[in-house]
């Protein structure tokens, strides 16, 4: 199974902060990785598909790059409305399986 | 509008079974491949099942193998995850989500494996 790593696992951050995440594959998987957004109590929400394609309605400050093993996602200026946690997920070989979270906190 | 909601969660002591359901509106879901992602309390998220748009293919986490199978019925829009010999550890909040790339989720729904 392909594992997934994600760094750093929180951070402290305030509004205007440009804050980068890395998620790292165990193995190659194409650009086949999402990232995902989940605040407290909520479900989670897709953000970037295929590595670096951003969502419909998903603000432009966020970005994400990367392929095969290592992947970033980028708030260029950090809003008050992102302080919440963020996963990839691999979806390039069986099981698929999410990095651990990364928790953006003020 | 694009809608997911799971039901058939509840309180099942440990080796028992339970059937959840994902009732989709709002999009082709004979034509969108399934999943199932749980999330025990205060963890991060847990990729489960994955079942092609046809039924043909299913996947599952090794954790869950043997002891849940996934299934649609797309004449009525629902998904299902057929939960047996429940551990403990199963204990989580249950998400359908649409596609592979998970790309619109549900709210979810609770599962409580406890004696």
């Known amino acids: 199974d392909i594992q997934m790593t994600q760094s750093p696992s929180s951070l402290s951050a305030s509004v205007g902060d440009r804050v980068t995440i890395t998620c790292r594959a165990s193995q190659g998987i194409r650009n086949d990785l999402g990232w995902y957004q989940q605040k407290p109590g909520k479900a989670p929400k897709r953000l970037i598909y295929?590595?670096?394609n951003l969502e419909s309605g998903v603000p432009s400050r966020f970005s994400g790059s990367g392929s095969g093993t290592e992947f970033t996602l980028t708030i260029s200026s950090l809003q008050p409305e992102d302080f919440a946690t963020y996963y990839c997920?691999?979806?390039?070989?069986?099981?698929?399986?999410f990095g651990p979270g990364t928790k953006v906190d003020i | 509008e694009l809608q997911l909601l799971e039901s058939g969660g509840g309180l099942v002591q440990p080796g028992g079974s339970l059937r959840l359901s994902c009732a989709a509106s709002?999009?082709?879901?004979?034509?969108?491949?399934m999943t199932w992602v749980r999330q025990a309390p205060g963890e991060g998220l847990d990729w489960v099942s994955l079942?092609?748009?046809?039924?043909?293919?299913?996947y599952y986490a090794d954790s869950v193998k043997g002891r849940f199978t996934i299934s649609r019925d797309n004449s009525r829009n629902i998904l299902y995850l057929q939960m047996d010999s429940l551990r403990a550890e199963d204990t989580a909040l249950y998400y359908c989500a649409r596609d592979m790339q998970l790309s619109y989720w549900g709210q979810g729904t609770l599962v409580t494996v406890s004696s």
């Open positions: 079942i092609s748009y046809n039924g043909g293919s299913t």
């Open positions: 709002g999009f082709t879901f004979s034509g969108s491949a």
């Open positions: 997920l691999q979806h390039g070989s069986y099981p698929f399986t």
């Open positions: 295929a590595a670096s």
